[in-house]
């Protein structure tokens, strides 16, 4: 507490040259001037959350990249490893085959992104875009199935999957979920703000549903297109219950199962679990790290219409 | 005008060729667009022209047929499952309400629905009030805070299971916090031994997952709160939790009800967290077993009771849904 009311009356002090530059920088969005102490504050908050939020992930980092002879345990503990090494990751390619379960992850999500991206374009245009009997109850099917919730399912998927002899292979783990009824409705709402007019001039024009589809509506709504692949590739790379419930031969688990599977064989093996679990959360925060506007506008969609 | 005789021209030819030819016939077509159409454009182009009967079923096949087999169809059968003896690899029998009755006698199905229960009552409070305070630190623009959102998101970008594990190992007897805490003289707390303690410390992976993805939500709202009202409030002398009371809460209340209703939906249907933390069985005997990890471990496997987990899936069903409803419905109850 003390060190906070320090920082505090210390900040604009020892700023003192700068001081009139800053007062005219350091506005907010209005306009209005933020004041120091406040500003000061802010940060610490910040940065306290910051070691909250991230902390644990650069902990685990910590720990992948400590050698056999480091202690892990120590008290206080050392957050830096004091000879970093790349041991571990290859130990864990050895213990189980990491590579091919992040390549079957890989495949999945891939999949996931591609069947979504089609499928609900095409079904979102056409319970938007195109008139026919039966587009409400169309509508209301996709709705209807978007409310279902999955793990109240999965029973009755798997159940599925075996009599389609689909249960224990990769395809099986892509099915349920390559086309989401949420990414139907998501392209649905994006389609549906897209002016008639367009529509209009492109029948008078000629040309038929599938060029308006291709040429003027799904190039229009890009956007919505890339929240939809963003949110399938991470909700498959994501994904456990499902996998876990169709898949039981371990050459086919995806990386998540394999990680389950090897926290529970090797649980002591804390430097090992690490090394697993950087390699299966570096590609996403790579990937978020590369798209992020898209995230979060993902976020928003489908909070407001979900 | 020109337009009767121009329409066969460009409809007949170039269109369904390639994008060159169309877009040389679009050119005469712009000036007519708003020239002639409400009159004749309609009429001349039936409704039967824009598209076959059939092309929106075309359409919307994939996306149906998918729906229809992995997400009607099976609800529909847990629907039924849930009155018969069905066994993973053995036809069902129609049992009636037995699978019910028999709920009621399970020691597990209570267990399952108490855990389940307690978590969202921990979790929702805590997820509808903490992205909240994120948010409005994070709200004002001051330099690096982009930096600070994307930072504050990761957790939600990361699988449940890397979290899981992570924080398994933060909270390890000889891990992160209890060397801290030793260190400081507290001394080793069992997080990952005590059956309530696990618990507990799932529900809070739950809450440090979930921050990022609400305050964001919560963000978009807090766009949407007019400046002026702070001002006001704050000539009328009201202080900055006053504030936050009278101003913010009342503001994005509706989005806090959307975050209640998302977030309770989600806390009672919880598995994974636990799961990874806890172990498949849900602790040594099974004390922290949630209800969708009762329906997984009652059905799957050769000897897997579909009918039973089915019957419990129908009560995670029903009581999901009925929170929606009460959600909503408090929030419409607030507005009248």
């Known amino acids: 507490m003390t060190t906070v009311d320090d920082r505090t009356a210390a900040a604009p002090r020892r700023k003192g040259p700068a001081r009139g530059a800053r007062r005219s920088r350091l506005t907010d969005e209005h306009g209005r001037r933020v004041a120091p102490w406040e500003l000061v504050v802010r940060y610490l908050l910040l940065v306290a959350v910051l070691a909250l939020t991230v902390g644990p992930f650069v902990w685990q980092l910590s720990t992948s990249l400590k050698g056999p002879t480091e202690d892990i345990f120590s008290t206080p503990p050392k957050f830096l490893p004091s000879h970093p090494t790349l041991h571990n990751y290859s130990r864990v390619s050895g213990t189980i085959p990491v590579w091919n379960y992040a390549f079957n992850s890989l495949k999945v999500a891939v999949a ?4 979504n991206c089609l499928g609900a374009a095409l079904a979102g245009y056409a319970i938007a875009r195109l008139r026919y009997r039966g587009r409400r109850l169309l509508t209301l099917v996709f709705i209807v199935a978007m409310l279902v919730p999955v793990e109240g399912i999965v029973i009755a998927q798997f159940q599925t999957m075996r009599s389609l ?7 099986g783990v892509v099915l349920p979920g390559c086309v989401g009824a949420m990414n139907i409705l998501l392209m649905r709402n994006a389609f549906l703000h897209l002016p008639q007019e367009v529509d209009e001039a492109a029948i008078v024009d000629g040309a038929n549903a599938w060029q308006r589809f291709t040429r003027i509506a799904l190039p229009s709504v890009k956007g919505t297109l890339a929240v939809v692949a963003i949110f399938a590739f991470m909700g498959s790379w994501d994904d456990f219950l499902w996998p876990l419930i169709v898949l039981s031969d371990s050459s086919k688990f995806t990386l998540t199962i394999g990680l389950n599977y090897l926290h529970g064989t090797f649980a002591d093996d804390q430097r090992l679990v690490a090394a697993g679990t950087i390699i299966a959360v570096v590609p996403l925060i790579v990937l978020f790290a590369c798209l992020q506007r898209f995230f979060f506008r993902g976020v928003g969609e489908g909070a407001v219409k979900g | 005008m020109s337009s009767p005789t121009a329409r066969p021209a460009t409809a007949a030819g170039p269109v369904a060729g390639a994008g060159a030819g169309r877009e040389a016939g679009a050119r005469p077509a712009s000036g007519r667009r708003f020239g002639s159409r409400p009159p004749g454009g309609r009429s001349a182009a039936p409704r039967a022209r824009r598209h076959l009967p059939s092309t929106p ?4 096949a994939p996306g149906l047929v998918i729906v229809c087999a992995f997400v009607l169809y099976p609800f529909v059968s847990t629907l039924v499952d849930s009155f018969t003896d069905r066994r993973a690899l053995v036809a069902g029998h129609w049992v009636g309400l037995a699978n019910f009755t028999e709920m009621l006698h399970d020691d597990a199905f209570w267990i399952g629905l108490r855990n389940s229960a307690l978590y969202m009552v921990v979790v929702v409070p805590a997820l509808v009030v903490l992205p909240l305070l994120l948010a409005l630190l994070v709200h004002k623009k001051i330099p690096g805070i982009g930096f600070f959102r994307s930072a504050f998101y990761t957790p939600v970008v990361a699988s449940i299971v890397v979290v899981g594990l992570i924080w398994v190992w933060m909270l390890d007897d000889r891990g992160l916090i209890n060397s801290v805490l030793e260190a400081v003289g507290i001394g080793k707390v069992g997080f990952l031994s005590d059956q309530w303690l696990l618990l507990l410390s799932a529900m809070f992976v739950t809450v440090w997952k979930g921050l990022g993805y609400y305050m964001i939500i919560y963000l978009s ?6 400046r002026e009202l702070h001002e006001a409030a704050s000539v009328d002398g009201a202080g900055a939790f006053r504030r936050f009371l009278t101003v913010t809460v009342p503001a994005v209340r509706s989005t806090m009800v959307l975050v209640g209703a998302l977030s309770s939906v989600a806390a009672f249907k919880v598995f994974s967290e636990v799961y990874v933390m806890a172990g ?3 602790g040594p005997a099974g004390e922290d077993t949630t209800l969708v990890m009762l329906v997984e471990r009652t059905g799957t496997g050769l000897t897997g009771r579909v009918g039973y987990a089915s019957a419990i899936s ?14 909503l419905r408090a929030d419409r109850k607030e507005d009248a």
């Open chain 2, 57 to 60: 079923w075309l359409f919307a």
């Open chain 2, 280 to 282: 498949p069985k849900g």
């Open chain 1, 112 to 115: 996931n992104v591609v069947t």
């Open chain 1, 165 to 171: 002899g689909l249960n224990n292979t990769l395809l």
């Open chain 2, 221 to 226: 709202a807090l766009a949407n709160v007019p």
């Open chain 2, 314 to 327: 129908v009560v995670v069903f029903v009581i999901t849904l009925g929170l929606m409803l009460l959600v």
